[in-house]
C-alpha cells in the first residue's frame, strides 16, 4: 500500500486555505526538490503545515497576526506536526508574467513583492498556481516530526500509517465554483 502523500505548505497558508480565505498556493518548488523544480506529484494530498520559512513581513497585514499564532501552536507540541486538512488540485496553472500574478493579488495571503519574487526565483520555471478544492479533517493527524519532513522540499511521503480520517469541504460547491472562476477570470486577463 503507496503511504499517504502531504504537501508542505506554510502554516498561515493553510489556516488561509482551511478558512476558505484563499484557494490557490503558489509553488515553484524547494530548493532541496530532487527534480529542482515544482512538479505535481498527486491530485490529491494532506496539507503539511510548515514554520520555517514564514515571516510577518512575507504576507499581507491581515495574516500577519496568524504567523505568530501558527507558531505558538507549533510551539506548544514541538515533537509533532498537527495535520488538520486535505487537498484537491482543481487546475495546476503555469505562470510567468508578473502582470498575471498581480491579477491574482486579492486571492492569496502573501504580499505582492513576496509573490513576485516567487516568480522570479528559477527564472527559465513557471510559477504553479493550484487551485485547491480544500476540506478540514473531521479528526486532525498529529504525526510525530522526523527529521525527514524537514528541509525545503514540497513533497512529503507521510511514514505514519492511520485510518483516513472524514473530512468536510471548507467551501459549499458554488462558493468554490465562484472562486475558482475569478481565478481563471484573473489568469486570462
Known sequence: MERPIALREWAVAVKALEEGRQSIVLRKGGIAEETKEFRLESPRFYLFPSY??????LVKPESRDAVDRTKEEAAAHPETVRVTSYAEVEDDI????????KRLNAMHIWTEDYAEERLRWKKTKPLHVLLLRVYK????????MKDIYGGCKSWLR???????PGRTPVLT?????AKAEAVRRAIAG
Do not use: G, K, N, S
Open 158 to 164: 507521510l511514514e505514519e500509517e492511520f485510518a483516513e
Open 52 to 57: 520555517e520559512h514564514q515571516r510577518p513581513e
Open 137 to 144: 479533517l473531521d479528526e486532525p493527524i498529529d504525526i510525530p
Open 94 to 101: 503555469e505562470v510567468t508574467d508578473a502582470e498575471t500574478l
Open 173 to 177: 460547491d458554488a462558493e468554490f465554483q
